[in-house]
């Protein structure tokens, strides 16, 4: 399964713009007041109106579009803690211009006008680049935030946030892209085979290991569809497929000081097709990686 996956080796990643390095960036919000039981969520993934730049963003045609906002707990235990959902629409104005407009919605298609916990409030921001996440009084506790954006085609963007502090009342999604989504889809992996973060790879060796450039030199993209029928409340996961894990190994290498071990695992896994398209890239970026 080469890595020529472009929009495969996700599996069932399908490729939402919120898990690590790169994968979601924190902004600290000054309170004084902060609330020690929950705290607020706010984030944007991109769209665009023009097809020729859909490779790295979503269709604002192709709505609507769904976000799954997920706890992951130190065990790799996750439990889903906000949903949305939001259609845009299209009209003519009085002068000919185009108006678009989205109307947000919780399950069951019923519209609503402001975040709740369970209730994840998007909106489309006035330039028509982003779709805007809102969540209020998610539950701290959680070692991770993972939020997934997807839509009825398969494609999803991810990114994660670190959650493990009661400083902040507010964290800010600064970065959600094709980039996140591959670190999301590794640290993944790791969280499902290993059921523990003592063993996972930190955010930071993920954004060195993987950069955006080195993403798309891999030749990835969106997450892509699974195979199973759509289904718009369960958001598409990383599976765990075999270029994931090899990834995975490489972080793992890397992290425990092994550069020369991390090279050679790449040989071999070019030599048994696992990844193709980028490795000598990919080999010569970690020559620099100061680890």
Same mark, same amino acid.
């Given at each position: ?112 006008? @402001?975040?709740?916990?369970?209730? +994840? ?91 955006? @450039? ?31 894990? +090899? ?45």
């Amino acid at each position: 399964m080469p890595v020529s996956w472009m929009g495969g080796l996700m599996g069932v990643l399908v490729g939402i713009a919120l898990l690590m390095g790169g994968c979601g960036k924190v902004t600290q919000v000054s309170n004084t007041s902060i609330d020690l039981n929950s705290l607020d969520l706010q984030g944007q993934f991109p769209v665009t109106t023009t097809p020729n730049l859909a490779s790295t963003r979503f269709l604002l045609s192709d709505s609507p579009f769904y976000v799954s906002v997920r706890g992951v707990k130190a065990n790799g235990q996750t439990d889903e803690l906000s949903w949305g959902k939001l259609t845009i629409s299209s009209s003519l104005s009085a002068i000919g211009t185009t108006v678009m407009k989205g109307v947000a919605m919780r399950r069951g298609d019923i519209m609503i006008d @402001r975040p709740s916990p369970s209730w +994840a409030y998007l909106s489309l921001n006035p330039t028509q680049t982003g779709i805007q996440v809102d969540v209020r009084r998610l539950k701290r506790g959680y070692a991770y935030y993972v939020l997934v954006a997807y839509n009825r085609s398969g494609r999803a963007l991810m990114t994660t946030l670190v959650g493990n502090t009661n400083q902040v009342p507010t964290l800010s999604v600064q970065q959600w892209s094709i980039g996140t989504t591959l670190r999301t889809g590794i640290f993944m992996t790791g969280i499902q085979s290993t059921m523990s973060r003592d063993t996972l790879p930190t955010w930071d060796t993920l954004e060195d290991v993987f950069p955006d @450039r080195i993403i798309t030199a891999l030749g990835t993209g969106f997450a892509t569809p699974s195979g199973a029928p759509f289904n718009p409340d369960l958001p598409p996961l990383p599976s765990g497929s075999e270029p994931e894990k +090899a990834l995975l190994s490489i972080a793992n290498l890397v992290e425990g000081g092994d550069r020369a071990g991390a090279i050679q695992r790449l040989n071999q896994l070019r030599q048994e097709g696992v990844l193709v398209t980028g490795v000598d890239v990919l080999i010569r970026h970690l020559q620099t990686v100061s680890r």
